[in-house]
């Protein structure tokens, strides 16, 4: 009963470290304390923790090493842009809008989440790592190749795989607009995300996520994190319950995805590489591996220091290589040595 206490104290501290934070930033951001540069930092940040937290789930939590995380969030940047622009006209409210494309965003990101998974989740350790990372530049490169306008007829779709065909192939109607214009990525999009969007999100993504760990099916997926094979031994349906987690960690991130498109005019799939997928299992890493609370902060800092430090952002790579020896250091923790383990052969493997 204490046990039980405890934890939901702990998720109670979360929910209100966060609010507590929101309450603060925004006062600051009403009593025009924050700069320009500053308040552009707020969408963003927001995007990273939810994108941090879930991937928590699939790292910390259920003990798989994922290095596809950016190709998650980038079907939900694209397919929460093509959601809020072919629905502007029919809806003006940009916050419903923009509710509507993070739940697109979420779908979409899900469905390939589960799509991927079923191969996926069969592999182990390395393997695994491997085939999420060339699932994140596959999809990177398919979205370079889509070109997306829409008109009073709806949404018109090419996929331009021999780079012959542009914006102008896709006979809109008068009055259409091209809304992915292949690799030029997104172009002209109108920025309807917000601070407070954002941390509805991080409070939904935090809600389902600490549940989920709470759960009954939440112990089970710690278990096949600890022991496959004892999980395995007592009747816990592995695939079933990695599946789980995998998918509510990709849909998470298609959310967060979508909140990140909408807050830029123009976003091309080159900002969704192997590079970002890293950055958030920095994140996860340095907050410690099924720490949901400590994702949250080191999300926060991680995205500031460098912005905080630009005059110095040629070393902003080494800062974080220093910082993760340090951290591995301290927690001398069996699980942060396999998972840099997994990375480093996933690295080596790459570059092969």
Request: aromatic letters at 8%.
């Amino acid at each position: 009963m204490k046990t039980k206490k405890k934890i939901a104290w702990g998720d109670y501290i979360t929910y209100i470290g966060v609010t507590a934070a929101f309450i603060a930033v925004t006062a600051l951001k009403n009593g025009g304390a924050l700069n320009r540069s500053q308040l552009g930092l707020l969408v963003p940040i927001c995007a990273y923790i939810t994108m941090a937290i879930s991937l928590n789930l699939t790292v910390g939590v259920l003990g798989e090493l994922s290095l596809g995380h950016a190709g998650f969030m980038s079907i939900g940047a694209f397919s929460g842009i093509i959601a809020a622009m072919s629905l502007s006209e029919l809806i003006p409210s940009a916050g419903v809008r923009m509710a509507i494309a993070m739940v697109t965003g979420a779908v979409f990101a899900g469905i390939f989440g589960f799509l991927i998974g079923i191969p996926v989740l069969r592999l182990r350790g390395d393997y695994l790592a491997i085939v999420t990372l060339a699932f994140g530049e596959i999809i990177k490169e398919l979205i370079n190749c889509l070109i997306v306008g829409y008109d009073s007829a709806g949404l018109h779709i090419l996929i331009n795989f021999d780079g012959s065909k542009t914006a102008s192939d896709l006979e809109l109607l008068e009055g259409g607009k091209a809304i992915i214009k292949g690799a030029q990525g997104a172009v002209g999009t109108k920025t309807i995300a917000s601070f407070t969007a954002g941390y509805i999100l991080i409070m939904i993504a935090l809600f389902i996520i600490l549940n989920l760990i709470r759960s009954r099916a939440g112990r089970a997926i710690m278990a096949i994190r600890d022991n496959r094979i004892a999980a395995e031994s007592v009747g816990i349906e592995i695939t079933k319950y990695k599946m789980m987690a995998f998918v509510t960690s990709a849909a998470i991130a298609g959310a967060a995805g979508a909140l990140y498109g909408l807050n830029y005019s123009s976003l091309t799939a080159a900002k969704f590489d192997f590079n970002t997928s890293i950055l958030v299992l920095v994140f996860v890493v340095l907050g410690g591996l099924g720490n949901i609370w400590g994702s949250v902060v080191a999300a926060t800092v991680l995205y500031i220091l460098p912005e905080a430090l630009r005059s110095f952002a040629d070393y902003r790579m080494l800062m974080f290589a220093i910082v993760l020896i340090l951290v591995m250091l301290a927690t001398n923790s069996s699980r942060t040595k396999a998972l840099f383990e997994k990375l480093k052969s996933a690295k080596k493997e790459e570059e092969q």
